[in-house]
């Protein structure tokens, strides 16, 4: 009798043994054919390219501290050339240069280049972003947005120079006036250098009418610039407001991607959000 009860004792044993090793066996099996976790970096959305478009009396070099700036914090960056002759040839040139980009992109313009991203229509487009930029609407020509008689304040009459062309004519600032005028806020040798690196600007530029813009229907930001001296402040604060951009403001001059690059880089990466 004895016996029988030890035999039974034994069996239950083996039997209890094999159910904790079929599960174990289980739960190795459901562990081994999980699906592994997301990891942070494959699931984090990938930051959207920035395009810099310079504006007149500037070209691509001028952004070139903000682009460190921006490529610093992970960004990619674009700095085209914009060819000055007019907003709808300009966006069209911008736009071929930037053909290979893909994923979202931030269109940034400063000065007249506000103007050429106005007229770029592109569905990837996340956001629009003006520095102390023209963001002309439909069928306004850039020189009605700097007309002194409403917008007092510009200095930029006196210190334009004018060169007949065989198409036309193209307008530079004379080189002795560049830093009172445009950027009053560098150093006499940094404006001497923007001076001469400066491109010309088809002076039927500031005369084409605008197309239908693309900052009625794109999320926009805009930094004035509130010492500016060749697009009065008020006329930026007018454009800001008629793009219902959100707006910020720095005391600087016309050239605040050179003298400001911070606070240029803080309106960016907003919009880049």
Known sequence: MHKLVRLRNVMTVLAATAVLATAACGSDTESADAPAPTTTA??????????????????SSSWDTVAGKLRAQG???????????????DAAAVTSAI????G????????????????MHRPEVKSAVFIAGFAPAKGEPVQA?????????????????????DTGAEVTLKPEQFGEVFAQDVSADVAAQL???????SAAAQAEPSGDP????????????????????????FQADRAKAQVSEVKSSHASP??????????????AR
Do not use: C, M
């Not at 001076?195 to 600007?201: F, I, K, M, Y």
């Open 195 to 201: 001076a001469a690196r400066q491109r010309p600007t």
């Open 214 to 237: 693309s900052w009625a229907s794109t999320p926009s930001w805009y930094l004035i610039s509130t010492e500016d001296q060749i697009l009065p402040p008020a006329a930026q604060r």
């Open 258 to 271: 050179v003298s400001h690059p911070d606070e240029v880089v803080a309106t960016i990466t907003a919009a």
């Open 145 to 165: 947005l700097s007309d002194p008689a409403k917008y007092p304040g510009s200095k930029i009459g006196p210190a334009l120079q004018i060169k007949p062309t």
């Open 42 to 59: 494959a699931a984090a959305v990938a930051k959207p390219t920035i395009v810099l478009v310079h504006g007149s009396f500037s070209d």
């Open 99 to 102: 053909a290979n980009v893909t």
């Open 104 to 119: 979202p992109v931030v269109l940034v313009g400063h000065s007249y280049g506000g103007a050429v991203i106005s007229n």
């Open 75 to 89: 960004y990619q960056v674009v700095q085209p050339e914009n060819p000055l002759r007019g907003p709808s040839s």
